[in-house]
Structure formats: C-alpha cells, structure tokens
C-alpha cells in the first residue's frame, strides 16, 4: 500500500505570497492532520480534516487553511507568507478513529 | 493542559540499549505514541500503547506506561547506527480526535 505523499516537498516563496501544499493520504484513510515544524515551536498541529470537514484545529491565525476533497485528499493554503512560515510542513492520515497516524515526508517550506 | 516533555540527548554505544523517556500532563490522554524522525524525512510511526496497558512489545522496542506517574519510555534492545535519529512521544486526547502534541524530541545518538 502506499503511503502518504506530499507535493511539492520543497518551496521558496517570497513574502506576502501564498501557497497551497497538497496531501495525498494512504488509501483508505479518512482523515488528514497537518502540522508544521520549526525548530524553535517544534511539531504544532494546524488542522484536521474528515469526510470533506475540519474537525478540529490548532492556534494558528487565519492565514493558514485547509480544505479536504471526495477522494480524501487535502491541501492547506497559507496566504500573506511571512518569514516565520518557513518550516517544514507534515501531513498525517489515519483511519480517523484515534489509532495509527502515518505521516507524509513533508514539504519544505523557505520564506524569503 | 497539555503537556509533553523529554530529554533533548541521549548518547549510546552501539549494542547497548537505550532508553528514552517522556512525561505527560493530560491524563486524558487514549493513545501514547513514538515517532522516528531521520534527517530531511518526515516521522516515522514506531509504535503506540493504548493508555489503559502498562508495557508493549514489538521486536527490539519495549513501550512502558506509568499511567499514575504519567510516564512513557521507549526502549531500544542491541542499539544500532541506523537508529541514530530524533525520536518522539506524542499524546492524542480521545477517539475521533485526531491532535497528537508532540514532545520536543530526544536525539539519539549512537557510539560507535
């Protein structure tokens, strides 16, 4: 089976710009987490989306959204990049029933 | 609230076993997991222990749980190079509740 794949897995913007990431999630999986990670925060979750609807989300402002197709798949947007976005930005899919959570290899996000 | 913590380093020789510890706050907590993360990749699931069981084992790795003292461990039998990564413990809350809150991460280091 394969697993989560993230495109693209790496991005240089400049600021004030925005960006969509996409998220392609194991077959089967229902649900999708995005979370970002920087080495001064660490892994912060964003959102969470299941069946098409965000179930729950993380402190993050309004810039950062998501979305979640049909087929599962999701993307999130960040609109208004500022040089504090450049993180490397994961996705996780599961079941959706609180057990495994399979992580995508991630997009690399560079702000200048 | 939500709180998860482990030792930044860990150094160990090669063949021996290491352990890497974790504490948590929320004694909410359904599910207790550990992640690998390797340079440029994203975090690999190694394993998870559902919080009403005290120990799991899957071939090298041992997971203990100290419900009472909020305690997780991840244990590492015959330590090799190839595990010489960042590992993390992550907590997430309840069913259908998808948000892991992930510690800072230990990087393990192996001697040769």
């Known amino acids: 089976k394969a697993g989560v794949t993230q495109t693209p897995r790496y991005l240089i913007k400049t600021r004030g710009q925005q960006v969509t990431l996409s998220c392609s999630p194991i077959s089967g999986h229902r649900s999708v987490s995005w979370y970002q990670q920087t080495p001064g925060q660490g892994l912060q979750f964003l959102f969470e989306?299941?069946?098409?609807?965000?179930?729950n989300k993380g402190n993050f402002p309004g810039r950062f959204s998501g979305r979640q197709f049909s087929n599962s798949r999701s993307e999130m947007n960040v609109s208004t990049l500022e040089l504090g976005d450049s993180a490397l930005y994961l996705c996780?899919?599961?079941?959706?029933?609180?057990?495994?959570?399979?992580f995508g290899p991630g997009t690399r996000l560079t702000v200048t | 609230g939500e709180d998860v913590e482990q030792s930044l380093f860990l150094s160990v020789r090669e063949g021996d076993s290491s352990v890497i510890n974790c504490t948590y706050t929320?004694?909410?907590?359904?599910?207790l997991y550990w992640y690998k993360q390797e340079p440029g990749a994203g975090l690999q699931l190694l394993t998870y222990?559902?919080?009403?069981?005290d120990m799991k084992q899957d071939q090298r790795l041992t997971v203990l749980l100290n419900k009472k003292d909020k305690h997780l461990s991840l244990r590492i039998a015959d330590t090799q190079t190839g595990d010489s990564a960042i590992y993390f413990c992550a907590e997430s809350r309840n069913f259908g509740n998808e948000k892991l809150t992930f510690g800072t991460g230990t990087r393990l280091t192996i001697i040769p």
């Open positions: 222990i559902f919080s009403n069981m």
């Open positions: 989306y299941f069946s098409e609807t965000q179930r």
């Open positions: 929320d004694s909410s907590s359904t599910y």
């Open positions: 996780a899919s599961s079941h959706g029933a609180g057990r495994e959570q399979y």
